[in-house]
C-alpha cells in the first residue's frame, strides 16, 4: 500500500553526508519518508540506518546536502518557527532533578517554555503518571521516567511527537508501558514518529511503517499489508524421521506447499488446527506444531536479502 492523504511529515531525496577520516560516510541518500497524519508510525531500520540522522534533520539539528523537508506542510529547517509550536520530540534524554518530584519538574520546565503551570496536571494524566507526581523523581521506574520525558514534550500540546528510539534501555515492562503511551497519544488526535531497530516490537503499536536500510528507504505502508504481502499462514510441523515423506505426500495432495527442513516440514496454506487435522486423518501425528508467525523482522530480512541477491548479479 502507498501512504497518502494529508502528511504530518514528508521528506524528498533527502540526503546527509558525514566527512570522516576515510572520506565521506553517506547517512542517508535520497530519502523519501512520508508519514501520515493520525496514529503511530514506526520509523524503523538497523542501527546505523540514518534513523537519527534524518530525524535530526528535521528538527533542524542537522543540514541536509540536498533535498527537502516538510512539517505539515511547512518546508523545514527554513520555516521551522511556523511549526516548531505543533512537535514535541525527544532525540536525547531530558535531565530531570532526581531530588524534586514529577510534578515540580514538569512545572520548571512549563515555566521555561512559557507554558502555563496548570497544563501540568493534564499532562501527568496523559502519561498515566498522576499517582506518582508527587514522588521524587529518584523512585520512579525507568518506564516511568521514559514516560515523564514523553509527558514533557506534551507541555505544548503538540499535534506531532517525534520519539527517537524511546524505549532503548528499558526492560520489557517499561516497553510494555512506552508502546501503551504512544498508542493513547495517537488514540487521542495526535500523530506519533517513533523510530526503533526493534521491527517486530514496534509491529505491536505501528499503524503503518517506513523501514530504513543503509540510509534508503526500502518499504513503507500499512504494517498490516507489509506482513500480508509478504506470506500467508504457515506451520512448522515437528514429525517423527520416518513420517516426513508420508506427512509431506498427504500434505501435498491437499495443495499445501510444503517444504523440508530435516525432521520437519514447514508448511503453507492453512492453519495449525488443520494442518493438524489432515495429519490425524492419515495416521500421521505431529510431534510438534508451531504457527510461524511472520512479522517485520522477516519482511525486512526478505527485502534485503532480495536486495542483496540482486545487487550480485
Ligand atoms: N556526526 C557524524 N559523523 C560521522 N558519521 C555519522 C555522524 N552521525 C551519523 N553518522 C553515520 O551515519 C550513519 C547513520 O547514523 P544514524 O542516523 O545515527 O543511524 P541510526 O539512528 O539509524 O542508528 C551511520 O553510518 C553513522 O555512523
Ligand atoms: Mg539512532
Known sequence: MVIDGELAVETRGLRKSFRTLRGRRVGVENLDLR???GGVHGFLGPNGSGKTTTIRMLLGLARPDRGTATIFGHEVPRHLPDVVGRVGAIVESPRFFPAFT???NLRLLADAIGTPRDRV????EEVGLSGRAGDPYRTYSLGMKQRLAIGATLLKDPDLLIFDEPTNGLDPAGIHEIRRTMRDLADRGRTVLVSSH???EVQQVADSVSIVARGRLIAEG???DLVAGQAG???RVGLASDEVAVAASVLGARGLSVER???ALVVEGAGAAAVNRMLGEQGVWARELAPRQVD???VFLGLTQTETAGESV
Do not use: K, M, T
Open 296 to 298: 517485520l523482522e522477516s
Open 102 to 104: 514529577g510534578r515540580s
Open 233 to 235: 499462514q504457515a506451520v
Open 35 to 37: 508519514v501520515p497524519v
Open 121 to 124: 496536571d493534564a499532562v501527568l
Open 222 to 224: 500499512r504494517v498490516a
Open 261 to 263: 527442513d530435516g525432521a
Open 198 to 200: 526493534i521491527l517486530a
